[in-house]
């Protein structure tokens, strides 16, 4: 390790000395948080990169530069029956991060005081690695994917994440300003925060940096906030062309991005479908990266480039369930979303059934669909998915309760058959996949 890269380490490990972060309470327990449970669940990225439903249980992750622990135990929650385990440079963020599982009764865990370079020392391969709020800074966000590939099972998969060069363009600026003023020069402390936060205070309310205020600067978690955002030690920005420029000089393979309908480019048009010709005809051929890089060019919206990667030539070839025929559905086990399968979900199902209203399933689990979107399943439907609350269902056992509770069409009072009833559920069931509200599993 250089000398520039060992002395900018330090500066890292001695602001999270001083403020380890985050400052999550102990007795907080991120379980009822659906979202967060759904983000950290590590089988959404196998599905989306292999169609495969997996068992969580024995499966060893890594949270890299896990902090204080607050992760680790959405990690475990998210994860039953995985082992844990969490490095950081910070001692004190190590203690409280042990502390945190103890407390919640999370016993297969373990951790260590180590940087993500010296990960071979640990001796193990890991199923998932969860590398949240660190990436961004390495001096080269190659070397640090490399440092993970290197302990990664060779089907395994990395989630991290990178600041947004563009989203967050005011802090870099105020960043720049406080290094000018010598304020980021050791370890800002107490008297550095209160300079930045006097000088921000201090401007016109047109200034633009003073739009990086937030009430944060004004509460208990005040430290936590300056330091993570106006006198964040070695923090930068990229974009997608970046991000995927590290995946390349790391030979790493992208998944998905983790919020990735967030990211649809033609949710940020009034008509998709009626498009000016020029975009109409240029978007087709568009790769991946370059979807991605326009949408935040349009619209930079994301703090984090949030993403999964993983070995290259990982994925396994399947059929688009758009290409299914009625056999392919015959033969598919349908699964709820282990993040819906909550008494709350169903107490909610069976009380839009009992009202015979639409179930907003949006309202339980937002995380994947686009801003400003919900979505609705109706009484017929949402009765036929019941079941899945219990267990895992064939689909043919959900068509068969789907065909009870709809014998007839609505309109001809004709029986509906069952080629029809497949159609109306296969609509509604793409949808619901498109968002892992459903995991098909067929037997190609």
Not at 26 to 40: C, G, Q
Not at 57 to 75: E, H, M, Q, W
Not at 110 to 116: N, Q, R, S, W
Not at 272 to 294: I, R
Request: hydrophobic share 40%.
């Amino acid at each position: 390790m250089s000398k520039a890269s060992s002395e900018q380490l330090e500066k890292i490990r001695q602001q999270f000395e001083f403020e380890p972060y985050p400052q999550t309470p102990i007795d907080y327990s991120p379980k009822e948080n659906a979202n967060l449970m759904f983000i950290h669940n590590l089988g959404n990225p196998y599905y989306l990169r292999d169609r495969t439903v997996i068992d969580s249980r024995n499966r060893v992750i890594l949270d890299a530069g896990c902090g204080t622990g607050s992760k680790c135990l959405a990690l475990a929650q998210a994860n039953p029956g995985a082992k844990i385990i969490g490095i950081d440079l910070s001692e004190k963020s190590i203690e409280f991060a042990k502390k945190r599982l103890e407390y919640h009764g999370i016993e297969n865990a373990e951790f260590h005081v180590l940087g993500i370079e010296d990960l071979p020392q640990l001796g193990i391969e890991f199923d998932y690695i969860n590398c949240d709020e660190v990436l961004y800074l390495f001096p080269d966000i190659a070397n640090g994917l490399r440092a993970m590939k290197a302990v990664l099972k060779p089907q395994g998969i990395i989630r991290s994440n990178l600041h947004s060069e563009l989203q967050r363009y005011l802090y870099f600026r105020a960043q720049k300003l406080f290094g000018l003023m010598g304020l980021m020069d050791g370890n800002p402390e107490d008297l550095e925060i209160e300079i930045a936060i006097d000088i921000l205070k201090a401007l016109k309310p047109n200034v633009q940096l003073k739009q990086t205020l937030r009430p944060s600067a004004e509460g208990e978690n005040r430290n936590e906030w300056v330091l993570m955002n106006l006198l964040f030690q070695e923090d930068k920005g990229y974009t997608i062309p970046d991000l995927f420029d590290g995946l390349r000089r790391a030979d790493l393979e992208f998944v998905s991005m983790v919020n990735w309908q967030q990211w649809d480019l033609m949710t940020l048009f009034e008509d998709s479908d009626n498009l000016p010709p020029f975009l109409a005809m240029g978007l087709p051929g568009c790769s991946t990266e370059q979807q991605l890089h326009l949408y935040e060019l349009f619209n930079a919206r994301h703090r984090l480039l949030d993403f999964w990667c993983g070995h290259p030539n990982q994925a396994k070839p399947r059929q688009s369930i758009g290409e299914w025929d009625i056999a392919d559905w015959k033969n598919t086990t349908v699964h709820l979303h282990p993040q819906l399968k909550t008494s709350e979900v169903r107490e909610g199902l069976t009380r839009s059934l009992e009202q015979q209203a639409p179930f907003l399933i949006t309202r339980y689990l937002g995380a994947s669909v686009p801003e400003g979107e919900s979505l609705f399943i109706d009484g017929a439907i949402a009765s036929a998915m019941l079941p899945l609350w219990d267990s895992s269902q064939p689909f043919t056992a959900l068509l068969d309760r789907y065909l009870k509770l709809k014998p007839v069409d609505a309109v001809t009072l004709d029986p509906i058959s069952v080629t029809t009833a497949i159609e109306q559920l296969q609509l509604v069931f793409q949808q619901l996949e498109s968002y892992l509200y459903l995991l098909l599993d067929s037997q190609e």
